[in-house]
């Protein structure tokens, strides 16, 4: 090795970042669709005497899912654990010892 070496550092342009997230975003909708779909499918013909509803619920439902995760993906990108934020703390309310040793929030 050569002591003159540099270590780049990869960027990654803010289209492909985009594209990876449109690309996830509809491979999860098919899979929820089609997983809706089939288990529509399963339950129209085991329970509902093959009626149509439980097959367009389930589809439903799956696209429904698809989008939400979607909407999350895209306007809050930095949740499941991807890139750490600031850490949320909630409040414990204070709490104090009876004489019988049970705990009761003090008011």
Do not use: H
């Not at 550092?9 to 089939?38: F, H, M, Q």
């Amino acid at each position: 090795m050569n002591s003159n070496t540099k270590t780049t550092a990869t960027t990654i342009a803010s289209d492909d970042i985009y594209g990876e997230k449109w690309d996830r975003c509809l491979t999860d909708t098919l899979v929820k669709t089609a997983s809706g779909l089939a288990l529509g499918i399963v339950f129209s013909a085991v329970l509902f005497k093959r009626r149509p509803w439980p097959v367009l619920l389930g589809t439903g439902i799956g696209i429904g899912m698809g989008y939400s995760n979607c909407q999350n993906d895209f306007r809050y990108p930095y949740l499941q654990g991807r890139t750490p934020r600031e850490k949320q703390t909630i409040p414990i309310p204070p709490v104090c010892l009876t004489s019988n040793n049970s705990s009761v929030l003090s008011q």
